[in-house]
């Protein structure tokens, strides 16, 4: 080793595999990417392709330690963040994937695991998660049931199955670790956060059989070693995307919302003490090291960042991506847009939502309803997770999505909150970082922070009320 040390990020998103080297500050050394396909065969199937995924891994973390030259030798640990409610069927003889990937987007079974409603409070406070075919059980069923690799593994007794990061961790390690972190595990909704581990009453309910699921460890773990190229890294660190996005600055403020805007968004609120049953919110475990735990009361919005897709491609609104920062500088009393986009998420919970604007508008205007809806959705899940949690003082913003000015500041406006947006396009990278670094006590201080201060926007305001009234006409809630 011939100087400081060195950290692999690796940030597995839905659209690409990125590598970040961070130095032990937290400062990026160098980085590498991959662009991956998504494909969507039927409606409501999301599919990733599961060797194509591995070999992004490996080309991503050889781009980002090429240039490196013999400091490559200084990176010590990697940490590894996936995708949190994507998972896999794969085979024990070498890691072959028997299925696609089975994306988070991915809904396919959403009509088969209705018949589970009954048992939904039930299966909420075992996993903290309401029943729901993003997650991971009804996925595995259906491929249980439908693809006769999946079938042919069980029965000859080679079958793997469990989240995407578990599949990753077998494929990327030498050992090939059969493992599974508490945040990505609870995803599968076959692990109980109670017990921490997987709960055999769950699988009984679904119809998942026992046996083929990896072995629970925590979040802080050596998962394995890493060999790329001349490389040897030991990993040592798993968790979800958005549940490492709460590290990226350090260890997290129990007074702050972080919320991370990018395909969908999270808001997040990281507690040490187990929070008490939230029936309308989303619960979990985001960092088990062991020693200490960190809990998260959690909102989602899915129609974030592929809202804006469905803007360009179904609506048929040209260039508006592009084109909004300008829109939402705009004076404008835009229409409402009741946004179901991908499922309605937090804290109203209808996956068959069907989205509609209330109210006439120019298609500029509708794309600024589109980005409004995204505050309001978050404002609804403040106003959710406020009932069990203490008051926030402050929203932190991340993701692809927070670099709309926009956004912020209707977020601030709505909410009363300031909202703090820190330059930072690696949040993922840095947090998996900062865990496989062994959670120092400074990081990433050097990365610029502008606060967005709540402004009297009465209009804005009055949109909101008038939005949760049609919200609550339109779900029961």
């Not at 590498?32 to 973390?61: F, H, K, N, T």
């Not at 909420?124 to 049931?145: E, Q, V």
Request: aromatic letters at 10%; hydrophobic letters at 40%.
């Amino acid at each position: 080793m011939s100087g400081e040390r060195l950290y692999l990020a690796i940030d597995q998103g839905t659209h690409a595999s990125r590598a970040v080297v961070l130095d032990a500050r937290g400062a990026v050394v160098s980085t590498g990417s991959r662009d991956i396909g998504l494909a969507r065969p039927q409606p409501d199937w999301a599919e990733q392709d599961g060797e194509e995924m591995v070999s992004s891994i490996y080309a991503a973390v050889l781009e980002a330690t090429r240039g490196l030259g013999d400091r490559r030798q200084d990176i010590v640990a990697a940490g590894l963040a996936s995708q949190r409610s994507s998972c896999a069927c794969w085979d024990a003889r070498g890691g072959r994937p028997l299925a696609p990937l089975f994306s988070w987007q991915d809904r396919r079974a959403h009509a088969w695991l209705r018949q589970f409603e009954p048992r939904a409070e039930e299966v909420h406070r075992k996993t903290g998660l309401f029943l729901s075919a993003h997650y991971g059980a009804s996925k595995l069923r259906w491929a249980l049931d439908n693809l006769p690799a999946v079938r042919r593994a069980l029965d000859e007794g080679t079958l793997c199955w469990g989240p995407q990061a578990s599949f990753l961790t077998y494929r990327l390690t030498a050992e090939q670790s059969m493992v599974a972190d508490p945040q990505c595990a609870a995803r599968t909704q076959l692990w109980n956060i109670h017990a921490r581990d997987w709960d055999a009453g769950l699988m009984d309910l679904f119809g998942v059989p026992p046996g083929h699921l990896p072995r629970s460890v925590p979040t802080c773990h050596r998962y394995g070693t890493m060999r790329v190229g001349d490389l040897t890294v030991p990993l040592v660190a798993v968790n979800g995307d958005q549940s490492a996005a709460v590290f990226a600055f350090g260890w997290p403020e129990e007074d702050s919302a972080y919320v991370n805007i990018g395909t969908s968004a999270f808001v997040q609120r990281a507690v040490t003490r187990e929070p008490a049953y939230a029936p309308r919110s989303l619960t979990g475990i985001i960092l088990d090291d062991g020693r200490t735990t960190v809990y998260s009361v959690e909102g989602n919005v899915n129609g974030a960042g592929t809202a804006l897709e469905w803007l360009e491609t179904d609506l048929g609104i040209e260039d508006a991506i592009a084109r909004l920062p300008g829109w939402l500088a705009a004076p404008a009393e835009p229409p409402l847009f009741l946004n179901g986009i991908a499922g309605l998420g937090g804290p109203f919970w209808q996956p068959d939502f069907a989205s509609r604007f209330v109210g006439e508008g120019s298609p500029w205007q509708k794309a600024v309803a589109v980005v409004e809806s995204m505050a309001f959705l978050l404002q609804a899940n403040f106003d959710e997770i406020g009932k069990y949690v203490a008051p926030a003082a402050r929203i932190r913003v991340s993701g692809g999505l927070s670099r709309f000015d926009g956004l912020c500041r209707r977020l601030a406006a709505v909410s009363g909150l300031p909202v703090h947006r820190r330059d930072d396009a690696e949040a993922t990278a840095r947090g998996i970082g900062y865990l496989a670094a062994g959670m120092p006590a400074k990081w990433n201080e050097a990365v610029s922070e502008e606060v967005f201060a709540p402004e009297p926007d009465e209009a804005l305001r009055g949109r909101y009320r008038r939005w949760r009234e049609l919200m609550r006409e339109a779900t029961g809630y």
